[in-house]
């Protein structure tokens, strides 16, 4: 049976205003929706084209994320929609790749937006339970701030939204939905599944993967801001232009960008230097250290974006965001530390 069988007409705003761009018909006077004439009159021709709708929403929203998105995300998804022809089980390797790109992302981002805007969280809980019956909330310490558990990261980004924080403060962060981080916590769930299990049967993984496959494809609507999110580092300032390296897209080749500012954003980006990554989202300029640096592989190419993975005995630890190996950047410890302040500042101000 269709997944799609026992969808109403009021399931699918988002296809119904599609079909309905064009205006209303009038009949003897009479106005109607063509969405609403086509779903009474042959809804399973509505639900084919619904099906229609659906594939070329995801082509474009892939296209999206391979041309747009912050390249590390983009590398990872690449991956994964070119993987049709290897196992399940390298396939759902690449699924977490993707979930956990993303987790992280939107962990730095948030909480590197509020730390921009000096939005104090002090007191802030987060559920620490799956029993939505009988939650338990613990009070976010410092030291959340730079954990290496994706499920915790996903708590505490519910609690922003459920407590207003981000819409209180006007933050760009909150175009972020719960369904998105639903959906993160059940992928990160597959994660631990697979990671807990052992060995299991070919066609275990594949229902692990077509499942954690269907999901993940659910919430990419959703996630198209990412693509107004430009990480950038700053290379000079010349002719009144900044010139960036930008991280977009699954491109190895070098990206720049150029473009003008006024003299209170210039100021912040000059600021930052040129070992720092920020992102630029619309007209916000967020630092993204500790979070997130960059290894030079060779000239022409692009600098590779590495992921804050854990703290160790007091040492930053990043991924490599291609090859998947840790890095210390240990002549960069103390501007880390300076910077991870900074961050633990909005809960101790």
């Known amino acids: 049976m269709s997944e799609n069988a026992n969808l109403s007409y009021d399931d699918l705003e988002p296809f119904n205003a599609y079909v309905d761009e064009e ?27 619904y099906e229609e709708y659906k594939s070329t929403m995801f082509q474009e929203n892939v296209s999206t994320i391979y041309s747009e998105f912050p390249s590390h995300i983009a590398v990872s998804f690449r991956k994964l929609y070119n993987g049709n022809n ?34 104090n969280i002090n007191g802030l809980q987060y559920r620490n339970t799956d029993d939505i019956q009988n939650p338990d909330y613990k009070k976010i310490k410092s030291k959340d701030f730079f954990t290496d558990t994706f499920k915790l990261k996903i708590r505490i980004l519910q609690s922003l939204i459920e407590s207003s924080y981000l819409e209180n403060n006007n933050c760009h962060s909150k175009q972020l939905n719960s369904n998105v981080l639903d959906a993160l916590i059940e992928l990160n769930q597959v994660r631990n599944d697979v990671s807990h299990s052992g060995t299991m ?49 699954d491109s190895s080749v070098q990206k720049t960008t150029a473009f003008k500012l006024d003299n209170h954003n210039l100021t912040n980006v000059l600021r930052f230097g040129n070992d720092i990554l920020f992102v630029r989202w619309d ?52 501007t880390f530390d300076i910077e991870r302040n900074d961050v633990t500042s909005i809960i101790n101000a």
């Open 23 to 49: 205006g209303l018909i009038d009949i003897q006077g009479i106005k109607f929706k063509p969405s609403q004439i086509l779903y009474t009159m042959d809804e399973i021709a509505y639900k084919g084209a």
């Open 86 to 119: 290897i196992a399940a089980r390298e396939r759902l390797d690449f699924i977490i790749d993707c979930s956990e790109s993303i987790i992280n992302f939107l962990f730095f981002l948030i909480i590197s937006e509020l730390r921009s805007r000096r939005v």
């Open 283 to 334: 007209d916000l300029f967020i630092k993204l250290t500790p979070y997130l640096h960059f290894k030079t592989e060779y000239e022409g190419h692009d600098s590779i974006i590495c992921t804050f993975k854990r703290l160790s005995g007091g040492n930053f630890i990043f991924e490599h965001s291609k090859t998947k190996s840790e890095i210390k950047f240990d002549e960069l410890k103390g």
């Open 201 to 249: 049967s070919s066609e275990q993984y594949e229902t692990k993967f077509q499942f954690a496959y269907d999901l993940l494809n659910t919430i990419l609507p959703d996630l198209m801001f990412l693509k107004d999110c430009k990480i950038l580092k700053f290379i000079k300032y010349e002719n009144d232009n900044v010139l960036c390296t930008a991280y977009e897209g």
